[in-house]
């Protein structure tokens, strides 16, 4: 068997790779300097472009709630009259696995339960009102926002991969915008570099926000102590799991951890539900689902412009943080998303990715924070850390099981499993993506480079944690973000030129069709008709030739006598009369 050909695209790994080894290295061996210049770097990030990360996404939501509904939805992501490669249920479960797992679980009970605590700035009213606000607040941050930015560049990657049989890349997504040899060339390159720092920088947050919650629930069960070297400790064994699910591949270990992780995240939620007050998380569910979908327009749009320093920070903690973390995971999610949706339509694929994911979130949230806010609202104090008088988002969730009857520690054990997994099908998934842009598209990487890799995401969310924690890991997020973002943008003006040029050529098809069947029809109605009538009037000449002519009678005759056929024969019909008296020449 002949050795396999090397597909590795040498000016986009070693750049990639090389920086954020470099950034690797720097966080561990000057640990004091790095955390600096991240914390510098985020004010200057949030005081200039806070506004931007806020118009840019609002822009994404209308952009895709657009499109989804708009005439290019009929068009097929592949070759036309072609079926989907995943069954719609599994499509969900690797879409929602690979999207914002880890994030789900962390901040599931943490974050309805801060902004009741401690809300944004601005917000006033009575407990009810803040605890309604605090929901309306968190479905903002994981809601449709978030899936828009996914749906914007999976589709522009699924519409270049599939329909129109590129490699599977980032650059290739902007080829109607900027030309094939400008694709081809170094701002090709450069557009690779920046979605692999990207991507790789938004899957290690994730990974540092899952071992934070699972050190901090190991201590809960009283097996080790939370401590940065656990935290150490649970990366490399975690980031060791991943690294053989990567080599797997897609059909097996990513695909078989995505469906046995929503599994395993259904039944979690469907026993707290049970456990906890099913009728009151069903009613506020449906009451905040309201709130948000009622304020969702100023929300959208609030910067805390007249909130002065207080809403700046709250704004970098919050939804800055998770436009910037979205967007920076905007590459691997839509890489993977577009690898798995072949043969879906535009308007199954927005419309799917959209609304599913939005509508599974929004019930995660009812059923862990609303039960957290319940609880907190009857006995306050009871979901606040003890030292701090806090909230602490790495055990809320904890704290919350041993408030429900039968619950705790087992609870507990599952919610770890889950991080684990989550923890994995992002790693893996996040190696497989980025490993296919550093190998020029190709959809089956070299095993090597995908272990390379999976240990260098583990080793940024090492970094980053003992670098600063959890302050470090949103730094992060916010900064690679911002370049990124352009070519967000690049790639909405570029998909959107390639549908309406389609379109425009579908109608244009469509037209020539139906003038073409016109004429057919005019032709064939024309033929017929002249057919007819010739045939008629030759059968009536044939009639009158052999003399089969009808017996004329007076009602027939003209006024003089003549009748009608016989003045309708004509001339020849004269010829033959007997010559009369003024033709008579004997005499």
Do not use: C
């Amino acid at each position: 068997m002949p050795p396999r050909r090397s597909t590795l695209a040498p000016a986009v790994f070693y750049p990639a790779g090389g920086l954020i080894l470099v950034f690797v290295l720097l966080g561990i061996f000057a640990t004091d300097a790095t955390a600096e210049v991240m914390s510098t770097l985020q004010s200057k990030v949030i005081n200039g472009f806070g506004w931007y990360y806020v118009l840019i996404v609002a822009a994404f939501v209308i952009f895709a709630i657009y499109v989804g509904l708009s005439r290019f939805g009929d068009i097929t992501l592949g070759k036309d009259e072609e079926t989907p490669d995943f069954k719609l249920p599994v499509w969900f479960a690797m879409l929602f696995a690979t999207g914002m797992g880890i994030g789900l679980v962390y901040y599931g009970v943490a974050e309805p339960l801060w902004h009741y605590t401690d809300p944004k700035p601005g917000v006033t009213g009575d407990d009810a009102s803040i605890a309604g606000q605090a929901m309306g607040q968190t479905y903002l941050h994981w809601g449709v926002h978030a899936w828009a930015i996914y749906v914007v560049i999976g589709l522009a990657l699924a519409y270049a991969i599939h329909r129109k049989g590129r490699p599977v890349s980032i650059r290739w997504a902007l080829e109607p915008l900027l030309g094939e040899e400008r694709v081809k060339g170094w701002l090709g390159n450069v557009i690779d570099v920046l979605a692999i720092f990207g991507t790789v920088f938004g899957v290690a947050t994730s990974l540092g926000l899952g071992v934070l919650q699972l050190s901090a629930g190991l201590e809960y069960l009283g097996v080790a102590e939370s401590t940065v070297a656990l935290q150490m400790g649970l990366i490399a064994a975690i980031t060791a799991v991943a690294a053989l699910s990567v080599a797997s591949g897609l059909e097996r270990g990513i695909k078989w951890l995505s469906n046995g992780n929503m599994m395993l995240a259904g039944a979690l939620v469907v026993t707290v539900l049970i456990m906890g007050s099913s009728l009151y998380v069903m009613r506020e569910w449906v009451q905040s689902l309201g709130f948000y979908l009622q304020n969702v327009m100023q929300m959208t749009f609030d910067t805390l412009a007249f909130q002065g320093a207080d809403g700046l920070a709250w704004e970098s903690s919050w939804t800055i943080f998770y436009w910037g973390w979205w967007i920076s995971w905007a590459p691997f999610v839509g890489l993977f998303i577009a690898r798995i949706s072949r043969g879906r339509t535009v308007r199954e694929f927005v419309l799917g990715t959209l609304i599913v994911p939005m509508l599974v979130t929004t019930v995660w949230f009812s059923v862990f924070g609303g039960t957290a806010l319940r609880q907190e609202m009857m006995e306050p104090g009871s979901m606040l850390d003890a030292e701090t008088g806090a909230v602490n988002s790495d055990t809320a969730m904890f704290q919350l099981f041993e408030t429900l009857p039968g619950g705790g520690a087992w609870l507990a054990v599952i919610a770890m499993i889950l991080v684990v997994v989550f923890f994995v099908t992002s790693s893996d998934s996040g190696s497989f993506v980025v490993d296919m842009l550093a190998n020029g598209g190709d959809q089956n990487p070299p095993l090597w480079s995908r272990l390379f890799w999976a240990i260098l995401e583990g080793g940024v969310a090492a970094a980053l944690l003992y670098a600063g924690g959890l302050a470090t890991l949103q730094t992060a997020s916010i900064l690679t973000a911002l370049p990124f973002s352009v070519v967000l943008v690049a790639m909405a003006v570029s998909v959107w030129k390639a549908l309406d040029a389609e379109h425009k050529a579908i109608v244009r098809t469509e037209r020539r069709l139906r003038r073409r069947e016109f004429k057919q029809e005019v032709t064939e109605h024309v033929t017929e008709h002249v057919t007819e009538h010739v045939t008629e009037h030759v059968n009536t000449q044939l009639s009158e030739m052999t003399g089969q002519i009808p017996v004329v009678t007076d009602a027939d005759s003209d006024g003089n006598g003549t009748s009608v056929a016989a003045r309708r024969r004509g001339p020849r019909n004269w010829r033959r009369r007997a010559p009369g008296p003024e033709t008579d020449t004997s005499g």
